[in-house]
């Protein structure tokens, strides 16, 4: 039987959420003079919280208005890079990494599953010893260039467990002959953490200690 522990990532495996700071930070490098975009990249935050527009448009119109609609393969690989570095080395729990290689060593197949874009997802992935990653896809073309445009669902929600689905059959993994651990902070993830073996509610805010109480599934709070 095959054993995979897959963790969501922002705010279980990083202190805090990465999209926002990978955007501050790319623009800073790449394209300063597009600081005086953030107000209008702030009323479509304000747009997604009053409904109006969705997090997939949320996540394009904040790519488009901070990035541009598009940027070169080169400067992609340089700021997933950089920002990667930077939230290895300061911005993960230490609990996420003991248990990362406490699974590991149990001989876990470890997969990331995050709704964050795969695009610098990969390079903190990569840093963090997992072996696969299940994510949010932007449009790239044949040359490597990535564009603001979204492929496919938001990995978030129900959306998350269906792609997970996917990666399984994919990968040609019957669900019936594994064992699944699931990590994560958010009430969001309830569909995967129900569908999991052994949920674990980490670092978990109210929503989600509430139904995990509910449901008796293991509450866990890693130490920074």
Known sequence: MQRLAIYDMDRTITHAPTWTPFLWGTMRRHAPWRMILVPAAVIAAFGYLARVIDRARLKQTMQRLLLGGSLAPEAVEAAAEAFAERVTATGVFAGARER?????AAGYRLVMATASYRFYVGAIADRLGFDDVIATEAEIDETGRLYARMVGDNVYGPAKLAAIEAWLAREGIDRADCHIRFYSDHVS?????????EPFAVNAHGPLRALARKRGWPIVDWER
């Open 189 to 197: 993830d309830a569909p995967v953490l129900g569908w999991a073996d």
């Open 100 to 104: 990362i290689a406490a699974d590991r």
